[in-house]
Structure formats: structure tokens, C-alpha cells
């Protein structure tokens, strides 16, 4: 029998807070760490980008165990081509898909000295065109080397754009546009790092500590988390 109902009302929307509220949200989380900074280590652009591509479903923890030992043996493009796949496979292979990103690190390395003179360009579509760099990880570098006005859209950013009300959106593209247009400027520089660590440590996947959240009052996060009882 063929059901004469439609198909129902459309799924509501999600909420967005209003810019006033997300300038008071991004400052609320500002003023518990003024002075965001990468978890990743790195000493210049190139280990920067190269510490970036590892990232890639694997930990910053796990990340620097393994670049402490690789950037000893191969601090530049140069070295790192030297060093070749193997070379730096066996510095990576405790991480997620260390085959790949052991065969695109030294690719990058000798595009870099091919085409850009050993230096990583400070432009998002050359950065782009390198072996294992997308949008977020050329988002990363172009703020974090070059000081640009950019969004990385990482799993905890795209949670927090849609969970919040700051920016939603169904793919990572629209929240990192959304965010982009409606964090005031003055608070954009360091919103990309300010959003990472507060969906890192705060606001977390499976169960957000919304008790100590500072800026739980500007959150449109409906189902928030009690204090845990004592």
C-alpha cells in the first residue's frame, strides 16, 4: 500500500549565534590562553609544512616523537632528499599511512628545490600544488609561518562550527567560510589555533565539558554537560 503522507516537515535548520555573540565566544576562549601556539614542533616553514603533512590522522604527540629524530637527520629539502623514502620511513613508521606520506615528504622536498628556490612559497595554490598538501594543511602553514588570516578546518573546528552555532555547515569548506567571514578580523589571526585546542580540550567529541566551558554562555550547544557530581 503507497503511503499518502509526504515526506514530513524539512529537519530544522542549525542555530547560528549572532556576530555579537561569536565575537564573545572567540574572546571568552581567547582570554584563557592569549598566546595560542601549534602543538607541533618545528624551528622553520619547511619543517613546519612537513611536520603539517604528517599530521594527517595521526596525533601531534605522535607526530613530534617521530620529526624529533627526522628533522636531526634532515632539517631542509635538500637533506630530506637526500635522506630518500626509506630513509625517512624508518624515522615515520609508527604513524598512520607513513608509507604515503614518507614517499610525498621527500617529493615535496625536491619540488620545493625545483621550483621554489628550497623555500616554502607563502601562497595557498603553489602550496597546493605540493605532494600531500591540501586546503587545511596549506591553511596551517600560510597562519602559522606567514602570519595569514586563515581557518584549518580540522575534525575539532568542523565540531565546533556546527555544535556551537559559531559557523555550521555540512561540509568542512562552508564552516571554514563561515567562520572566516563571521569572526570580527580582529580576532581571526589566532582564531584557527584558539578553536583547535578548545575542541581538543574543552569541548570534546563524545562528551564536551560544557561545566568549564568559558564561553558556555554564548554556546547554542543544546544537550550541555553537567559538572560531574562529587
Known amino acids: 500500500m503507497v503511503s499518502t503522507k509526504g515526506p514530513g516537515p524539512p529537519p530544522a535548520k542549525p542555530r547560528q549565534m549572532t556576530r555579537a555573540a561569536v565575537r564573545g565566544f572567540i574572546e571568552a576562549i581567547a582570554a584563557t590562553n592569549p598566546e595560542p601556539k601549534s602543538e607541533l614542533d618545528y624551528d622553520t616553514p619547511f619543517t613546519l609544512l612537513v611536520a603539517v603533512v604528517l599530521s594527517a590522522q595521526a596525533t601531534d604527540v605522535s607526530v613530534n616523537r617521530v620529526t624529533r629524530g627526522l628533522f636531526a637527520d634532515a632539517p631542509t629539502p635538500e637533506a630530506m632528499v637526500r635522506l630518500g623514502v626509506d630513509g625517512v620511513a624508518r624515522h615515520i613508521r609508527s604513524i598512520g599511512l607513513w608509507q604515503g606520506k614518507a614517499r610525498n615528504v621527500v617529493e615535496l ?11 616554502v612559497p607563502p601562497d595557498r595554490e603553489a602550496l597546493e600544488a605540493l605532494p600531500g598538501v591540501g586546503r587545511k594543511t596549506a591553511n596551517v602553514v600560510l597562519n602559522v609561518a606567514f602570519g595569514q588570516d586563515t581557518m584549518a578546518v580540522d575534525t575539532h573546528i568542523f565540531r565546533l562550527g556546527n555544535r556551537t552555532g559559531l559557523a555550521p555547515g555540512s561540509t568542512t569548506r562552508a564552516v571554514e567560510d563561515g567562520l572566516v567571514k563571521r569572526i570580527p578580523s ?26 568549564r566551558c568559558a564561553a558556555v554562555s554564548w554556546c547554542l550547544y543544546r544537550d550541555k554537560t553537567p559538572a560531574p557530581a562529587d
Open 109 to 119: 622536498s625536491r619540488q620545493l628545490l625545483a621550483k621554489h628556490g628550497g623555500e
Open 186 to 211: 580582529d580576532l581571526l589571526r589566532h582564531a584557527h589555533h584558539w578553536l583547535i585546542l578548545h575542541g581538543r580540550y574543552v569541548c570534546k567529541a563524545r562528551k564536551p565539558e560544557c561545566w
